[in-house]
């Protein structure tokens, strides 16, 4: 199996007993198009790292990624610590969509799902925001944060998939490795 993406989603692959035999980042433009809404964004940055990778007759690929939504707006990875106060200074107090696109990909096919989950994040007293910043956790993560991580301790409630919101739907992912030919857990 190859995979792309972060340390965190491998770790999640882990779960299913899968450890990648090779991981391939696709050089893909992640710029949202104008007026494109977060779940069609999120599908097609996930559809273009599984056309950009090319599966051999005895390869499984997995792609995904996470786009955090409040309202129509995408908060991607801020680019600096600017932006990440922006983003998590409007997510304050809030609740927001997180959104995560999986795409399998064998030598014949490719199928591909998304989950949306949304989150509560308490309202941030600016200590705890300065701290959060401080600790440069926000960064490479969308929305400015990540979950499994410090920020964390500021989200009270979710309705989802807690390991969607981390950037890889287990169950979902599961699934579609299954329906392209990989063994779980010592199953096809």
């Given amino acids: ?19 990648p035999a090779e991981v391939r980042a696709p050089d893909v433009d992640e710029t949202p198009l104008k007026g494109e809404l977060p ?18 007759d005895d390869e499984v690929i997995l792609c995904a990624d996470t786009t955090v939504a409040l309202g129509r707006r995408i908060m991607g990875k801020p680019s ?9 200074q409007k997510l304050s107090g ?19 799902k998304d989950v949306v989950s949304i989150v509560q994040m308490k309202r941030l007293a600016p200590q705890e925001l300065e701290g959060y910043l401080a600790s ?22 979710i309705s989802g998939s807690y390991p969607a919101i981390m950037g890889l739907p ?18 096809s």
């Fill in 1 to 19: 199996m190859l995979g792309s993406g972060s340390p965190r989603r491998r770790e999640l692959l882990a779960v299913l007993g899968l450890h």
């Fill in 80 to 88: 600096d610590i600017d932006e990440a106060r922006a983003f998590l």
């Fill in 39 to 56: 779940r069609i964004y999120c599908n097609r940055i996930t559809s273009s790292k599984a056309a950009a990778l090319t599966a051999g």
């Fill in 136 to 157: 440069g956790d926000w960064q490479g993560k969308a929305g400015g944060y990540g979950i499994q991580g410090l920020a964390g301790a500021f989200i009270p409630w």
């Fill in 170 to 187: 287990l169950s979902e992912a599961a699934h579609l490795l299954q329906v392209a030919g990989l063994e779980i857990w010592g199953k």
């Fill in 94 to 112: 809030r609740r927001h969509k997180v959104i995560t696109a999986v795409a399998v990909k064998n030598s014949e096919r490719v199928w591909q």
